[in-house]
């Protein structure tokens, strides 16, 4: 049933991504920015989208359009984070960076441009309520900007060659990785009715699944490599960046990721809501996964 809904799940959002990325953008912006996106990738936070709104029965259309923004904003993400100027990698999702295909100015602009695709998408001029197109795009804001992704990126890239205390990774990789995933989840559940308790408890749900992906990202670093996890493997120690694995050690990185797993199965239970087996399932996919 899980295999199936994700299946079906990821089909949806590939269709959708396929009609609203246009093709048809000037001088081949289109094309790269297609390239970027389309075709490739985990997909986790559509998915945490989508069974969020499933979880507290929530409208359709909103949620595939939430789904499909905050991939356009992680996938612009990732092509800036390639780029020379920040972590300099060559390989992402199992191909060339779209830097390395198709220019570093064609790169930063498809960003800026999928970046900005993600909160028109989220603004439709009918089948959503204007409150809650608000509402989306400020979540998404949120998660994306000074307080979340960008604020870690900063921090990362402030970080290299310096020991960090467990509480400074973490907060570093909160925002950097966590809270777009956590907002995945509140997006989702915006697009229903949700009691606070509810809100509250994916709240606390999104934040230990998301801690928990970086730290196993950070275990697959070094136990993986790069034909299997589709990007250039042990570029964190290569780069001297602060990881969970550096600072713990692996063994004690994978009780921690367990540790995670339980506590987002805990928020789960806490929430009230009946229908939360594929957001457990999710967690436990984050974890369990090799790629």
């Not at 777009?180 to 915006?190: D, E, H, R, Y």
């Amino acid at each position: 049933m899980f295999d199936q809904w994700v299946k079906r799940s990821l089909q949806d959002v590939e269709s959708a991504l396929e009609a609203w990325v246009p093709d048809e953008a000037p001088a081949g912006l289109g094309e790269a920015m297609r390239y970027a996106v389309l075709g490739a990738g985990k997909r986790l936070r559509p998915l945490l989208v989508l069974a969020a709104a499933e979880a507290v029965d929530g409208l359709g259309q909103a949620a595939m359009r939430a789904a499909c923004a905050v991939e356009l904003i992680h996938a612009y993400s990732l092509v800036h984070d390639d780029m020379p100027c920040m972590d300099n990698d060559v390989l992402r999702r199992g191909k060339p960076t779209l830097h390395v295909q198709y220019g570093e100015a064609q790169a930063m602009l498809a960003g800026d441009a999928m970046q900005a695709l993600a909160f028109e998408v989220l603004t439709p001029d009918e089948g959503v309520d204007p409150a809650l197109q608000a509402r989306l795009c400020r979540l998404l804001a949120r998660a994306s900007g000074y307080a979340g992704m960008a604020g870690g990126q900063a921090i990362d890239l402030a970080s290299i060659g310096k020991p960090l205390t467990e509480t400074e990774l973490r907060d570093m990789h909160r925002r950097k990785t966590g809270v777009l995933l956590q907002g995945s989840v509140l997006m989702g559940a915006a697009c229903g009715r949700v009691s606070d308790k509810a809100w509250n408890a994916l709240s606390d749900y999104g934040a230990a699944l998301g801690l928990a992906f970086q730290v196993v990202d950070d275990i697959l670093d070094v136990t993986q490599d790069s034909s299997v996890l589709g990007k250039t493997a042990g570029k964190d120690q290569d780069c001297n960046k602060p990881t969970y694995v550096s600072l713990l050690g692996l063994e004690a990185a994978g009780r921690y990721a367990d540790e995670l797993r339980l506590e987002a199965h805990r928020a789960l239970a806490a929430s009230g809501l009946a229908n939360t087996a594929w957001l457990g399932l999710l967690a436990d996919k984050v974890v369990d996964r090799q790629h």
